[in-house]
């Protein structure tokens, strides 16, 4: 059974900081795409990054792209998002996400996500 859990939401401060982390486990592929997804209230969730656990290229939508950044350790199950320079219009649920359609997840995004975590909140707000 494939377990996603996400981690490290909290309150910042405009232009803070927060490293958010999701646990993958009980993938019986080597081979999956884990994507960031957010939603703020009133809004639609928003896929706005995705990493494969085979190699390091990622995608990091416009949206987000030369603050926020996404990594993997296999060895420990486990994608970062490093979130910097934080606005407030950042502030929403952050969730995790795992599925075996990993081939375009470097070029277009998290689709097809299967597997979803709970969800951390994230606020900035000064």
């Known amino acids: 059974q494939v377990q996603v859990v996400e981690s490290g939401g909290g309150s910042v401060q405009p232009g803070g900081s927060l490293r958010l982390s999701c646990v993958v486990s009980?993938?019986?592929?080597?081979?999956?795409?884990i994507g960031w997804f957010r939603q703020a209230p009133g809004e639609e969730r928003l896929g706005f990054s995705c990493i494969t656990s085979k190699d390091d290229n990622a995608y990091i939508a416009d949206v987000v792209k030369g603050r926020f950044t996404v990594s993997r350790d296999n060895d420990k199950n486990t994608v970062y998002l490093q979130m910097n320079n934080l606005r407030p219009e950042d502030s929403a649920v952050y969730y995790c996400?795992?599925?075996?359609?990993?081939?375009?997840?470097?070029?277009?995004?998290?689709?097809?996500?299967?597997?979803w975590g709970k969800g951390t909140p994230v606020t900035v707000s000064s």
């Open positions: 996400a795992a599925g075996s359609e990993w081939e375009y997840c470097s070029q277009y995004g998290p689709l097809g996500m299967e597997y």
């Open positions: 009980g993938f019986t592929s080597d081979t999956y795409a």
